[in-house]
C-alpha cells in the first residue's frame, strides 16, 4: 500500500539556521511527490513538487527538496530558515501514470518551531 | 476570487444532525477533491471528482458520507447523523487535471465541531 511517512513530528531550529524535513514514501511505481505548507489557520499551499527530470526541485519561499529514488526519499530543505517559516509541513505522494486520480496520501506533518 | 472557496469556514452541530459543506473549485478545473484533517489522523482523501467520470469513493470512511458535484462545478459533502469523531477540517481541492497529474489547489477548509 501507499505510505508516506514523516520520522520528525516536531523540530526546532532557530533563525538563520539550515533546515531538513525528511520524508520517506512507500510507491511501486515512479511517484509524484509535493511539499505543502500549512499557516495557523490557512489552507495547504504547495511549497514544490517532483514529477520527472532533475531530482532537485526548487520551489517558493527558498525551499528545495531531492528526490532520492534509492532511499525512497525526498526530504525539503533551506539553508536559512526566516521566522515566518514556522508552519506545519506535509509531504505527500500522488499517484503517476495513466488512469491516475490524483489523489494524494500524505504524511502525518512536521511542525517547525523556529527560534529567534 | 481565483481560489478555491470553502462554505461555512466553521459549522458547530449537534451530534445527531446532518451537515452540508459546500466548495467552489477555482473555475475551469475539472477535478475537485475532498480531504479530511483531524488530530491523530492526518490528512485523508475522501473522495474525489473527475469531469463527468464516476466518483472515487475509496475514502470515505462510513455511508453516511456522501458527497455530489453539480454541473461539474460546486460540490457538497453531506454528513448524515453526525458523531463527535466527524469533528475534523475538510478540505477541498481542485486541480485542472487532463492526463497526468497537475498540482492541487486547497481551500481553506472548513472547521466542523460535533457537539
Known amino acids: 500500500a501507499q505510505s508516506v511517512t514523516q520520522p520528525d513530528i516536531h523540530i526546532t531550529v532557530s533563525e538563520g539556521a539550515s533546515l531538513e524535513l525528511r520524508c520517506n514514501y512507500s510507491y511501486g511505481a515512479t511517484p509524484y511527490l509535493f511539499w505543502y505548507v500549512q499557516s495557523p489557520g490557512q489552507g495547504l499551499q504547495l511549497l514544490l513538487k517532483?514529477?520527472?527530470?532533475?531530482?532537485l526541485v526548487q520551489g517558493i519561499k527558498g525551499f528545495e527538496a531531492e528526490f532520492k529514488r534509492s532511499q525512497s526519499s525526498f526530504n525539503l530543505r533551506k539553508p536559512s530558515v526566516h521566522w515566518s517559516d514556522a508552519a506545519e509541513y506535509f509531504c505527500a505522494v500522488g499517484a503517476s501514470g495513466s488512469g491516475n486520480t490524483g489523489k494524494l496520501i500524505f504524511g502525518q506533518g512536521t511542525t517547525l518551531q523556529v527560534k529567534p | 476570487g481565483a481560489g478555491v472557496s470553502q462554505s461555512p469556514s466553521n459549522k458547530v452541530t449537534e451530534k445527531g444532525k446532518d451537515v452540508e459543506l459546500r466548495c467552489d473549485p477555482i473555475?475551469?478545473?475539472?477535478?475537485l477533491y475532498w480531504y479530511r484533517q483531524s488530530l491523530g489522523q492526518g490528512l485523508e482523501f475522501l473522495i474525489y471528482f473527475q469531469g463527468n467520470s464516476a466518483p472515487d469513493k475509496s475514502g470515505l470512511p462510513s455511508d453516511r458520507f456522501s458527497a455530489e458535484r453539480t454541473g461539474g462545478s460546486v460540490s457538497t459533502l453531506t454528513i448524515q447523523r453526525t458523531q463527535q469523531e466527524d469533528s475534523a477540517v475538510y478540505l477541498c481541492?481542485?486541480?485542472?487535471?487532463?492526463?497526468?497529474?497537475?498540482?492541487?489547489?486547497f481551500g481553506q477548509g472548513t472547521r466542523l465541531t460535533v457537539v
Open positions: 473555475s475551469g478545473h475539472t477535478a
Open positions: 481541492a481542485s486541480s485542472p487535471l487532463g492526463r497526468g497529474y497537475t498540482e492541487a489547489f
Open positions: 517532483y514529477f520527472s527530470g532533475d531530482t
